[in-house]
């Protein structure tokens, strides 16, 4: 008795789709930067506004950390290298 096979195709874009992974840019607590230079990097590299850039820091102040940017690797490290060139604590997980 011969075995049914279904076949299954995909494209490029469902392969590469599925072998990207998120990555998150973590922003820390330290006791070096004030509120206002986390305001300000928030607000010049990744566009936040001067609210939205406030309520992470406040975030940051109280729980230690806070997840600022979602994205591919790539987009991810590009972030993590300007900000720490800025003085913040970040990391990528």
Known sequence: ???EVQ???FT???ILTSLK???RLILWNDDVNSFEHVIYCMMKYLDYS???AEK???KVHNEGKCAILEGSLTEVEVY???LQQEG???SVE
Do not use: Y
């Open 50 to 52: 001067e609210n939205q």
């Open 21 to 23: 992974q998120m990555h």
């Open 56 to 58: 992470i820091a406040w």
């Open 1 to 3: 008795m011969p075995t």
């Open 80 to 82: 993590r290298k300007i």
């Open 88 to 90: 913040l604590t970040v």
């Open 7 to 9: 076949e299954e195709t």
């Open 12 to 14: 490029l874009e469902d």
